[in-house]
Every structure is written in structure tokens, then in C-alpha cells.
């Protein structure tokens, strides 16, 4: 069975991979193109791709009839991949859920922290040999504990950030998700906007997709309070960075804490120009053992494919 892997995975993965099927390594990190899509469909017995490949809705009209059967993405986000079309032309999707979820509200705890608390803007002063030693009112910045923090989108992700917020630093919850949720700490259901006015820390736990494209729009950053600080750690086009940037250079919003951007990986002059902003190059889930429990279940999701048993973890 011909497997291509998008981009090199941990080595124990890799190897995994290529004592069971016959493997193909794509040498590049870049994102594969629609040309690379087309001809992975057309080529490949199934296919585990990653963030931004494009897999869309013209790769699968180029390919009527694929020989690919199964992309088993490396990932819990799929926005790059059209599950319609995909459907459509006979191939099963599969993604990593569970695998994710500690590291990516980990990384939201460190983006909370670091932004609250200046850390990245005084790293930078201590490297540039600029502290003159402490002082009462040198970098204040934002308390963390007992503070009230939004969560958009409460699915696992979003439920790991809650609680790491509640039990770690006794903080209010609030959420705006599509239905409400029954979780073992208090947090209370409010429509967006409402939730984005109470909080002084918004973040943002949503799938990517159509359905959430500019979900954080102005109007949506117009309802912060203005010492809030905004943090992303879903997928970029969730937010319309433009209108991001504007809030913080007009002091509609104090700051944010970025892991994922619009356009990734350019991210534009204007926030890396600002000191209020925390930028982090998309380390979500970057930890060698969730890498490979990531690389693990994409891959007893090809073997199940690959021996007629239903996907562990179907999208």
C-alpha cells in the first residue's frame, strides 16, 4: 500500500510507517500545492497530510476517480481539507483529536502568562542590555489570578484551558460555543458578544472553517473592555488580522498573545512592531512525545483503513 507523508514526522513515526507500508516523504516543510494534491489522489493508496495542505475542492474535481482512498491527517484541525469533496469522490478523512489537546492549552496558559505579564517584551529589555535594575512600577502588567476568562469555541481544547485557568489561578469562566456544556468547574454559556465584553481575557479555542472565518471581527473586538488581553491558539483566519491590528494600535484592546496568523507563516510588520503583542511560530503542539502520540494515530488510522476496520477517528 503506497503512503505518502506530507512532511517528516518523528523518527519513531517514521519508521513505524515504513515497516508496514511502502512510504513516500515529501524533502520540503512547505505546505503541499494544489499540483501535489492532484497527483497524491491520483498516485497514492492514502495519503497523511498536514496544516495548509490543499487539499481542496479543485484537487478532488481534477481527480474524479482517486486512487487514494484515506487522508488521515496530522492534526486535529482538517480546514484544509474539503471533507465534502472529499466524501464526494470516495475518500474517508480521518484526523488526531485527544492527542492535541494538553499541549494546545498549554501553549494558551504560556501565551496568557507571557502577554499578562510582559515577560516577552522584558526578555527582550534584559537581551538588549537596557534594564537598569528593579524598581516599584517597573513593566507592570496584568494579574492572571481571579480574573474572568472567555473561552470561544468549549469543545476539548477549550475545556483544557478553562480548567487550567479555574483550578490553576481560580479564575471566573465564561464561553460562547454552539451548545452548552456540561464540565466539572462552574462556567457559564453567554452569546458572544456578551462574553467578549465580560472577560479580561478572551481566547480563542474554535475549529477553523468557513463557519468561523472573521469570526473576531471589529464589531466582535469593539465589545472588549479595553484592558483585555486577546489570545489565539486556533487557526488564524478565525480572527481578521487587520481589524486585530487596529484594535490594538487604537487601544480598543490592551493586548495578545498569537500563536496562529491569517496568512502564516507572514505575519504582518505591524505586530511584530508592537510591544504589546506576544508573537509565538505556531508551537501549538510542539513536543516531541505529542508529535509522536499525533503520528501514532494518524497512522492506526491508515492501518485500520488499510485492513478493512472502521477509522478510530473518522471526521
Avoid at 480521518?94 to 494558551?108: E, Q
Avoid at 481571579?146 to 483550578?167: D, L, N, P
Wanted: proline fraction near 6%; hydrophobic fraction near 50%; charge should be negative.
Amino acid at each position: 500500500m503506497k503512503l505518502l507523508i506530507s512532511r517528516r514526522l518523528p523518527e519513531t513515526v517514521m519508521a513505524a510507517a515504513r515497516a508496514r507500508f511502502d512510504v513516500t516523504c515529501r524533502p520540503t516543510t512547505a505546505p503541499m500545492t494544489l499540483d501535489e494534491c492532484v497527483a497524491a489522489l491520483a498516485e497514492q493508496d492514502a495519503v497523511i497530510p498536514t496544516l495548509a495542505d490543499a487539499f481542496t475542492a479543485d484537487a478532488f474535481a481534477a481527480v474524479p476517480t482517486p486512487r487514494c482512498r484515506l487522508l488521515a491527517n496530522f492534526g486535529v484541525g482538517y480546514n484544509h481539507i474539503d471533507v465534502a469533496a472529499a466524501t464526494a469522490a470516495g475518500v474517508a478523512v480521518a484526523n488526531t483529536p485527544g492527542a492535541v489537546t494538553d499541549a494546545t492549552a498549554d501553549i494558551a496558559m504560556t501565551l496568557i502568562l507571557m502577554t499578562a505579564r510582559r515577560a516577552g517584551e522584558g526578555e527582550r529589555l534584559v537581551r538588549a542590555g537596557a534594564w537598569d535594575g528593579w524598581h516599584p512600577t517597573q513593566m507592570l502588567g496584568l494579574h492572571v489570578t481571579g480574573k474572568t476568562v472567555a473561552i470561544i469555541g468549549m469543545g476539548r481544547i477549550g475545556q483544557a484551558i478553562a480548567r487550567r485557568c479555574h483550578f490553576g489561578f481560580g479564575c471566573r469562566i465564561v464561553y460562547a460555543n454552539r451548545s452548552e456544556k456540561s464540565v466539572d468547574f462552574p462556567a457559564t454559556q453567554l452569546p458572544l458578544q456578551d462574553a467578549l465584553a465580560a472577560a479580561d481575557f478572551v481566547v480563542i479555542a474554535t475549529p477553523g472553517g468557513a463557519d468561523t472565518h472573521h469570526l473576531i471581527d471589529a464589531t466582535a473586538l469593539s465589545a472588549m473592555q479595553p484592558h483585555a488581553i486577546f489570545i489565539n491558539i486556533a487557526r488564524g483566519d478565525v480572527v481578521d488580522e487587520a481589524a486585530l491590528i487596529t484594535a490594538l494600535r487604537t487601544g480598543v484592546i490592551a493586548a495578545a498573545g498569537l500563536d496562529v496568523y491569517e496568512f502564516e507563516p507572514a505575519i504582518p510588520d505591524a505586530l511584530v512592531a508592537m510591544e504589546n503583542v506576544t508573537l509565538l511560530p505556531h508551537l501549538g503542539t510542539a513536543a516531541l512525545e505529542v508529535r509522536e502520540a499525533m503520528g501514532r494515530m494518524a497512522l492506526d488510522n491508515v492501518m485500520a483503513h488499510a485492513e478493512g476496520r472502521p477509522l478510530p477517528n473518522p471526521v
